[in-house]
């Protein structure tokens, strides 16, 4: 069995990619394959007219600051040993990204571009809920000024109506960075809300491939229609059909 298989797609700048499927069907593999945390077997990624996937770590380096990710769980993703200004400020020592000063400057303009308050830099993770510690991972993705953000089914883990302020969030951050993103998630819901393009994926391949519009009105595979289905709705269904 292979993970990702013939899979083809690309991102317009500062727009954002839907990249949506059932559990185990590859979304996550084909994310740390973009990102390199995966050396792909074949194939290609280019990233800004560059084939990244053939390249050494050494060579890569220059572009792991372009590329940036906000994982799923951020109960998980974050250091609980670390105050959040050590989490954010992070990826700056990492790549010797300007000198303390200017480093602290950027974590609080950070913080507060996410909407945490400045008093949150020295604060830990177990202090802050799921909704404010996903902010707080946003504000680290964003510390070296990518390009690209790869969202991993990054609101999943919490409550719906945490979910919509975060996915809020995401999109005045793509205007205010002109970031562009890969948004990979089960839910079709979530992906409707924030997709200008949508790749449905199924068993590691690309089996329909979009504009969202298009995707979530007039869907041409079953599987996608077996996904759109699957949406719990309330009024107005799709199809005109009428439920409680």
Not at 106 to 127: D, F, I, N, T
Request: hydrophobic share 40%; with cysteine; charged share 25%.
């Amino acid at each position: 069995m292979r993970a990702v298989d013939r899979v083809s797609l690309s991102i317009a700048p500062r727009k954002t990619l839907g990249l949506v499927g059932e559990s185990g069907c590859g979304k996550s593999t084909l994310s740390r394959a973009v990102i390199r945390l995966y050396k792909p077997d074949s194939g290609q990624i280019f990233f800004k007219g560059k084939d990244i996937a053939r390249l050494s770590d050494k060579e890569m380096r220059p572009f792991r600051r372009e590329i940036a990710m906000v994982f799923q769980n951020p109960y998980g993703s974050l250091n609980p040993r670390q105050t959040v200004a050590q989490i954010v400020e992070a990826p700056m020592v990492i790549f010797a990204d300007g000198d303390a000063a200017g480093r602290q400057g950027r974590v609080r303009s950070l913080l507060e571009a996410v909407g945490m308050p400045a008093a949150a830099a020295q604060k830990y993770p177990h202090e802050f809920s799921g909704g404010q510690r996903q902010r707080i991972a946003i504000a680290r993705a964003l510390a070296l000024n990518p390009s690209l953000v790869i969202c991993d089914e990054a609101v999943s883990a919490l409550d719906v109506s945490v979910q919509a302020q975060v996915l809020n969030l995401l999109k005045d951050l793509q205007a205010e960075f002109d970031l562009t993103y890969l948004f990979i998630s089960h839910d079709l819901s979530v992906v409707e809300h924030v997709s200008d393009t949508v790749a449905v994926m199924q068993k590691g391949r690309i089996v329909e491939y979009g504009p969202a519009a298009e995707i979530f009105g007039n869907p041409k595979e079953p599987y996608t229609r077996i996904l759109l289905d699957a949406v719990p709705t309330v009024g107005s269904l799709r199809g005109g059909k009428e439920g409680a």
